[in-house]
């Protein structure tokens, strides 16, 4: 079986990715570039794809002013403090995920994968419309129709592991199969060190203490 | 009221412009490359989306390896006789229009664009699971689940005018509404000139012979 990961280098898709390989997936890693200001994201995701033994690590790039909208990839100031549960938050990169899964599904079916997963979760849900199960569950049926595996009767398979599970759960759940978060990387920002000030620092080390497991990453700021 | 509108430069995507201009659109075209042979369709691309006067006009490039499976991308064949229609071609390329109308949805939520024009026919429809209209609708409702736009009311519509037309119909509609079709270009092999014998140029052939308009285009094949 042939599976393949969207990996951005960050807590969820790793630890997506480990579970991908421990389903029994041999595991095509994806990461799609999109002008983003975290290049080291990059790095990471490199790295983990290689201490987790993918098959092959893909990294496409899309044009750099394709998705200039939200805050991670402009000069806005990325927020420090999350945004109000029923507003969308400015980190929104517009229609990302459809994106990413378009391209995720077109890549599987190409070297005829079963499956692509992708490390969405609607617990820590944080206003995008495109981690919700009613947006996968519709993704799913619309690249039913619109590929050839669908049409033929052998829909590629999206899955989402970590749909249903707190930061403190994914972070147990990977630390279990064996993921280095030491390689992970979180941080809206693109310093050496994380801020531990934005959004998603703050997520990951609020869940890190919870899960009662000490993050390994640096950050700027002496907690 | 923006329109963005994908654009290859054939008979269809020239004439879905035309509409998406006639209807008061300010057209924002679209070229997606997918390492293609035919580049040629690229020069013709260009010169319809001037001629036609819109807005703007982006070529965005993906990976040429990236939807390596089909004839159109790969050095098969490409096949002179078109095939049954309960087969899929060899000319499919894996979840073309998913991706292409996922990047033009991002583009579209991008600039505030309230429509993306797609110029996909179910008429002539040549077994490409991509082209039908529950693809087109089941597309529509994923995007709206998974935009900003959408989740907050304002959906960007996929607007397919030509679903329903023959290629016969589409020829007669873009002449009256003015395009020179001597920019277009449809032929799969990527010649100087046409080469008259492809699925692509025999359809063209057929829909201008049925339409009594003569095709402005130069071909190998005296016919």
New interface residues.
Partial sequence: MKGVVLLSGGIDSSTTLAVARDMGYDTFALTILYGQRHEREVRSARDIASSMGVVEHTT????ND????GSLTTDEEVPEVAGAEDN?PTT?V??????F???A???A??ISADAVFIGVTSVDYSGY??C?P??IR??Q???R????R???GHPIRIITPLIDMSKEEIIKLGRKLGVDYSLTWSCYRGGEKACGRCDSCRHRLKGFERSGIEDPVEYEVVR
Avoid: W
Wanted: aromatic share 12%; hydrophobic share 40%.
């Fill in positions: 496409i790039q899309l044009p394709m998705f200039r909208s969308i929104y517009p229609a990302r995920n459809l994106v899964l378009s391209i599904v077109g890549y079916e190409v419309p495109d919700r009613e947006f519709s993704f049926e619309t690249s129709l619109g590929t050839k669908g049409i033929e």
